[in-house]
């Protein structure tokens, strides 16, 4: 399983990400995946219906230079002076070149779920003073391994075979779809928070695994491709623009995953197809949910900012054509 993981990470960030003990012997020279980079950037956001509050634009906070954070998955920090949140990605993208070395065209710049566009300004994305973006790279031949505490097989599932029809689980106040005819592989994110509640851990105990724990994150999904050219944020902002935000962008995902499905990676290992979505704990405080009755389709839920939402499993399916 080992080694698919590797294949369904390495389609999800276009890198070459090795098991550990290949990162011992033949990719001697492969750097540790960093679980929180891969989280963030990852994550799929976008803009959302007008809100009924305007949301203005960032002001200047400093009349001097300014300082961004770039992240990698290996978890390098690059730090990057600027003059004005008005210059364009695409300056950005020239200046973590003359920093590093790394050509425009092979940088993908990641902020608050939200793919950068060469022409838009940093300012078009709120980007303020100290904020981190996640650079990914097009073309990297630079192998990253998963290392044994990114993962957590305690926590493993194989819901292949499963059937939850006339079944309800809770988590949260929220129903949770489980993800039968997926196997769950669990990320490490135990103490990684400041407790673990989020994940119905630590407070008062599961009386049954249908059940619900006072405090805990309702679960969702989300997959990072694209279904019929369009993210799960774009067909999101599509069916629900009969609604209004107090938020002018958002972080997208959905509490089905046959819905996310439709957005999900596709990867071949052992020349058999797999599917590969993200399986996630949403803050319930911030969520906005746009109801399957509303859409047509399924439910979609939007969070405003990357914080309330946090992957804790990929979701691997065969496909059978």
């Given at each position: 399983m080992d080694s698919n993981i590797a294949a369904a990470l390495s389609a999800i960030t276009n890198n070459n990400i090795v098991i550990y003990d290949d990162s011992k012997h033949r990719y001697r020279r492969s750097i540790q995946l960093n679980q929180e980079a891969l989280h963030q950037s990852h994550l799929v956001g976008g803009k959302v219906p007008t809100s009924l509050r305007r949301v203005p634009s960032n002001?200047?906070?400093?009349?001097?230079?300014?300082?961004?954070?770039?992240?990698?998955?290996?978890?390098?920090?690059?730090?990057?002076?600027?003059?004005?949140?008005?210059?364009?990605?695409?300056?950005?993208?020239?200046?973590?070149?003359?920093?590093?070395?790394?050509?425009?065209?092979?940088?993908?710049?990641?902020?608050?779920?939200?793919?950068?566009?060469?022409?838009?300004?940093?300012?078009?994305?709120?980007?303020?003073?100290?904020?981190?973006?996640?650079?990914?790279?097009?073309?990297?031949?630079?192998?990253?391994?998963?290392?044994?505490?990114?993962?957590?097989?305690?926590?493993?599932?194989?819901?292949?075979?499963?059937n939850d029809d006339g079944k309800i689980f809770m988590r949260g106040s929220f129903k949770y779809k489980r993800p039968c005819g997926w196997k769950r592989i669990a990320l490490n994110v135990l103490d990684k928070y400041e407790n673990n509640l989020w994940l119905g851990i630590g407070g008062n105990r599961r009386t049954h695994s249908t059940c619900p724990v006072r405090n805990e994150w309702p679960v969702s999904y989300h997959g990072t491709a694209e279904h019929n050219f369009k993210s799960i944020a774009q067909d999101g902002y599509l069916l629900c623009k009969g609604k209004r935000f107090l938020f002018g962008r958002g972080i997208y995902s959905t509490p089905n995953i046959d819905v996310a499905s439709r957005y999900a990676t596709k990867y071949t290992f052992n020349g058999e197809q797999y599917l590969v979505v993200f399986q996630n704990r949403v803050n319930p405080n911030n969520l906005v949910r746009i109801s399957k009755k509303e859409?047509?389709?399924?439910?979609?839920?939007i969070s405003p900012d990357g914080a309330d939402l946090r992957p804790y499993g990929l979701c691997i399916k065969k496909v059978n054509y």
């Open positions: 002001p200047e906070p400093f009349p001097f230079r300014k300082t961004i954070f770039i992240k990698t998955l290996s978890d390098k920090t690059i730090t990057i002076t600027i003059e004005s949140f008005q210059i364009t990605v695409y300056e950005l993208k020239s200046l973590i070149h003359n920093e590093e070395g790394i050509k425009p065209a092979q940088q993908r710049l990641v902020y608050a779920g939200n793919h950068l566009l060469d022409e838009f300004k940093l300012s078009d994305y709120r980007i303020t003073y100290n904020s981190t973006l996640h650079l990914l790279l097009s073309g990297n031949h630079s192998a990253l391994f998963i290392h044994p505490n990114l993962l957590d097989p305690r926590f493993d599932f194989d819901f292949t075979n499963v859409t047509g389709i399924g439910e979609y839920w």
